[in-house]
């Protein structure tokens, strides 16, 4: 970009400030300054963390950004504060134990049917559902089929291996687990895909809120795993959607 | 694979102690048991973890693989112990800074001319080449073409901007870096395709062989971030090799 | 100081016993010693740390500094306790989000026309703020000008570069960052002057209450930077406004 | 027992001295005191640890102990040092990986053809063996049968389950493990008698000299482990032999 | 197993679907699968964690279980819960400090008179009772007798000898100890029978919620401990009634 | 920067290829970028951190920057490599305490006659010295004054206070403390100045390599002190010298 | 004692019922067995930790103990568990700073006119009193005299000097601090008496809940300082009011 | 102190300079300042950190502390170095276990037969004697009588009790204690006088160099335990020969 932009500003085509204009490319909201362009940089929503921030907030930025087009994604958003969002911003949908907020301009995928692959959310323990549906609910509105396999953690061993073919024809897994946070080993060892791996806070006693779970993951004896932070299902749904996309849609996009 | 079991049980093509073999699928070299499927089923050289071991466990575990034709990659062999081995199977090439010995059927790949893309990786500081390089010859040994920027720390930002280009068009980066780990959220922020980012032990005082800078990977803010462990450069090449392939080869395997 | 008072002692100008008392210095409110003779050593006004006091206690300390003339800094004042405050000393005045309490002799500096330099307080993310505004308001009750560039972290680093000028120009920076906390060694590698670095409890799993943001600060591979506690904003402001004054109003004092 | 000594001072049959002897019941080495009444009260060989005893020390225990007939296990003996223990005791053996030096008055167990049952020790990784091997010998000094089941870590399930009634038909299993550790969940969802776990410190990175591998066992969400201390292979073994004998020798015994 | 599933494939006695089914061996609740053979499997009740469910959750499980027969233990209930699911099913009993929900087919023993053994359920101090309690309460409605030996802590170390026939003459011991967590040692150097430590959360400072506890079981002296997590009375209880009744119904079940 | 390079390339002063390599700005020694233009922009030496580095690889980045007239700083080089450097770069000196190589083109500062004032560094015990002498050297060759304060550890306040005077007068101290690290604390309370406080890793058992120290001086109830990393005299000499030299050559420098 | 059971077992003078009876010496209240024997054996009152029982029991061993003329002293007890204890045991004091509840049979210590010496508690800040008069309260129950000096944390290293006299004076000294808890390191500098040294949880950032405090002093480089549990101002009382004790009233006590 | 030097000042019986000399009070051997004055403060030898010295260092600090007749510790001091010291201060003695190296000018205490008491050094095992035998020997030339309780760890609880009344009858004891570090708290709970314990580097695993041993008996719930660092041997007997000389000689020192 800096080629072209250069080569402008030699031509003529663009005046120094509108140059240096070029480079800055964003907004002041006031209290944010939201990125118009990486949002076209990237070909995904763009992506909010609503923890922290007050219905309010919410509503300018969601407005903001829908007025330009943008698909929106708002992470961590509780019940209450959704349900003030909703009324605001009528197009957007709220999925409560994920705790995601979205709007959409096309439909969500529904299933794999055009041979286009799919994402495997795979979780360990009931407990640990509302990180796996925010890894779940994330990849799809990113666009990504995902298909869920759930409760089947290390200490039942045939209950994942029932599900083996399923999850071996996935293109990427994300893997949520918290106590002792085996899973995403045997599954690691399982598959030829690349695994992501969400440790969870669910746990007990020398867990430390997820430290135990993240050990786990970072220590894994099998390859082809890498690992996000504590309780982050977005992120886990995020490194997904990025790997299925780039696998089905083709190529290298800047 | 168990239906297709199962199945010549039930048609009397399988008996039922062929049947358990089948499943089970692995030889006894008395001291390892090498998982000779698992090479078939990822498409990859075997993985031989080189710590710890001696040169003649490496050197008949080396040939046992070569023998029936797999790819082989040994990583962490000192100069010493890859040396004797060496002597003993001389089809073998040891790269040093990465401490890696490996054996390919096919020659590595030299550059991306075939439009197949390329893994970049990205390195901090110039005390952090022996990670680096380890990913980066784990990804060529597995089959990718490697683009390598060395010694574009955050505290003189020119000097990544300067890479822009070539960092955004690779099809998935590795970012080593030790100190304060800040480098994986940089690129992060630039780059529209996964970026694993591996932490090394290069650091003093409160970084705790490389704790700091794995924290720091784990709470970046930039999405599409995924972390292996401290000094873990085999992991960074193969997870970006595994993702590099399936881009440029195509959908799923397993 | 010494010096002084035993010549004063040896030309009788003062007695033993006011000599001893001379030394003491202070004063006693009954549940806390108030030490008169520190504000006049340092010229900044007295600081009073008001987390754990009830409004009363601030109440009774506010009113005897305010009457002796000496400008008063209380942090850490939350909303409901500076009203009650307020309604007992008017002349006080309440930065919400900083939770700062303080009054002044003389106006607040508003701007740098005199040439007197200023202090860039630096902040990643907006959650960030109340944080960094408790840094800048104590910067500015100290006597110093105070540029904010808020909403600046490094997975959008152009948002940072478009602010280098005016960051370049400082005469010292605060840099605020939660998360991974790399935004000082960013600042660091671009600025000649010191960087106080303020890591911030913001942050989400293996943040651990800021102790993530605090390890990269203290590891961070750029010179000139030095770091306080957690979330402590007052001593990054305090800190900038200690070097800004001697670089401005010149020389050593005592 | 205090009963006992009561009753025969009460009837004259022991004096006061030797009631107060009775009581303590061990004699002075000079510089370390050896309690031979817990040989007999526990069945079960002396144990001597032999970390940080130089071979002289050692030799002098063991000729004191093997002189009134008890049986001996010392743990932690390099080489070099067993090899001048063997000199000086020539009916001691030596098990070079597990580090251990022992005597016995009666054989060693060789299988458990007359129903005794056994135990099955498990280990994870080759690195892991000599933590396995301290398990097992010790077990095999104090009494019990014991199957190895080795090189069965997680990331290759299939190699776990081919073993699966070889593991379920034990009485009592040891599951050693470095890395993730992961290993002792998934043998506990498998078998219906008790696990003990060891965790090894072997690992890498963050994995912390085994706390990792410690962490993982102590949070496992299969019913029925309990764990010893990292790299406590004697641990393991010493309470699964004590589990079997009191199974296959019945009762309870003080 | 597998040998007779894959057998009666080849008589043709399964079919293929069969015989996949038989392995699957689980019915789905619609939010948790149940694994009904596992209880078979192991002669225990159903284990079902209570924390983080709803009542309505943990009834229409617990419903599920009883309706096929089998003892059900509910763990972590409180109160107000346990009072919501007892209206719905009322043959379950409920024991408050243990915070245990049960349903056993038959009655719970009472007494060791049969000369069956029992589990001595020994505790430091009063504060560890609802841990302690959890443990004899699960041991029990697992079938063994408990005998409690409670606020026996090591600062008063008469207290515990005055115990010491009655714990002497236990099949196993589950010692329950926070604060220093010192008794599983003392204990341990007095008995024959395994130990099983629980270290508890209880203290106070540099306790860390129970971590200093834990290090001093793990690190113990004593041979014949091994541990279980923090504040894991069922845990405890389980390992003690699983070793006990080996004991006492003698051999090996699968 | 930007404007002018743009405002060129307008004009056609500057080619585009010219103004991508002025952006660009530093040449490539083939390991190692050194960017001379950050030397220009901070008006310091060009550092080169030598630990880590042989003998070799300094030689020849010494060479090329003194080559460019650059005065520069190698830290971290023990004794056998700096003779050997001197060897090959004659005009290099070498402070082996301070473990430190330097060329500067002017001499070094010997006192503060001319009213510049001077850096205090003040170290607590005699086991600090390597550190204090990195800050005291470095600070000198960056061009300031140093008055070194030495042994006067917290445990003898006597000490401390009959160097008071000297103290206060400096315009910014760098205190140097191990074992418990309370000595930034002492003299924060007793100077208007800025305290860069520097932990060393010097103490015993719990002292965890510098981490209690580190907490310390972090946790300090004195304003006006900011940390560096452990055993880090450089940073706190390179701060020192970069506010020393702010107040004492005056305003602002980019 | 042994020998004087047992000669009297040998004589007759007491059955060999009474002789076990003897050395058990307790008696049980149901929920917790309170030891008379120890408040004989120690000369003190006896100690209940109050934290965590409810009113009710500490009402019930509270008479139970006043009945039988022993002082007491309950630790922790709130202002409203305290209001219902004095309701029910109205000799009984409560002083509400330090959270302590207690009975005496004789009056408290007032001053020490009598040339007894005192105990001098000594604390850093205003937010550590709580702790401070928990020692304070506790040592005077315990029959010292209390010298309470309060405020002279070491930011103000003058305030403390002022007391010097006072404070050298004492026959033992409990020193309390939070924030970077370096007082007791410059108290013990300054004095020849035994320092007992209390950390408190005040603090903020990275002083995580008092283990900076802590750490501080374990690693003091003054002689004469010991340390007890962070915000154990019990422990700092207790300790202090036995050595002063032993010095005041000579000789040893069994 | 101040008093007196004001007082002459006034009456001009000393000079200014005079005065501030008399405050400094300390000579300068060039690399470490002596504290004379302390010496004669606490009658008690002055001491001499000797790790991290080398032996001409401890040459010259011993003959200057010797000529103006001090006696002298010096602890940490290995061998090699001691023989050194010894031939060039032929006066000195030399403990090779406790690795101390001492002049004392006068004898060492032999027994307490003139019914001064004595200090109870109690340790858990033979590998902790180290430590021990520092604190046994600092607290002898120091000037108490020291009785040595050696090899009564917890898990052989009769050990401990067959030296019951030689322990109570201390007047104060120090606990050494690794592994588990429980001792101090089971003494605690048996004398009525002061408690030093000392946790030691000595365990394995999960002891992390004595932090295990350290968080027990922080923890204790026994009265009367204070604590000192790991491996602190010196502090231990240094506080007891404090506690133990005030009690035997009687009342307070300045």
């Known amino acids: 970009m800096l080629d072209d932009v250069l080569e402008q500003v030699r031509s003529g085509a663009l005046s120094v400030a509108e140059a240096k204009a070029r480079l800055a490319a964003f907004e002041d909201l006031g209290f ?9 940089r990237q070909g995904f929503p763009e992506i909010v963390y609503g923890e922290g921030k007050t219905a309010d907030h919410i509503i300018s930025i969601a407005c903001a950004l829908q007025a330009r087009g943008s698909s929106v994604l708002v992470t961590r958003v509780n019940k209450e504060k959704a349900e003030t969002v909703l009324r605001a911003c009528p197009d957007y949908s709220y999925h409560e134990t994920a705790r995601v ?44 089929t995902v298909h869920r396999i759930y409760d089947v953690g290390v200490a ?11 999850i071996q024809q996935a293109s990427v897994s994300v893997v949520v687990a918290g106590m002792e946070g085996a899973l995403p080993s045997v599954v690691g060892g399982l598959v030829s895909h690349p695994v992501i791996a969400v440790p969870t806070s669910v746990g007990y006693g020398a867990h ?47």
């Open 32 to 40: 944010a300054k939201v990125d118009h362009q990486r949002s076209k």
């Open 101 to 144: 907020l979205y709007w959409k301009k096309e439909q969500m995928p529904a299933d794999d049917s055009q041979g286009q692959g799919y994402v495997a959310v795979i979780a360990a323990g009931t407990s640990d559902l509302r990180v796996a549906e925010e890894a779940a609910v994330t990849a799809e509105v990113l666009g990504s």
């Open 156 to 166: 039942g061993i045939h209950r994942l291996l029932s599900h083996l073919e399923e």
């Open 208 to 254: 430390f809120q997820g430290l135990s779970a993240l050990l786990t993951m970072l220590n894994s004896c099998a390859s082809g795993i890498s690992v996000v932070n504590i309780d982050n299902g977005f992120g886990g749904g995020y490194n997904a959607a990025l790997i299925h996309q780039l696998v089905h849609r083709g190529g290298t996009r800047t």
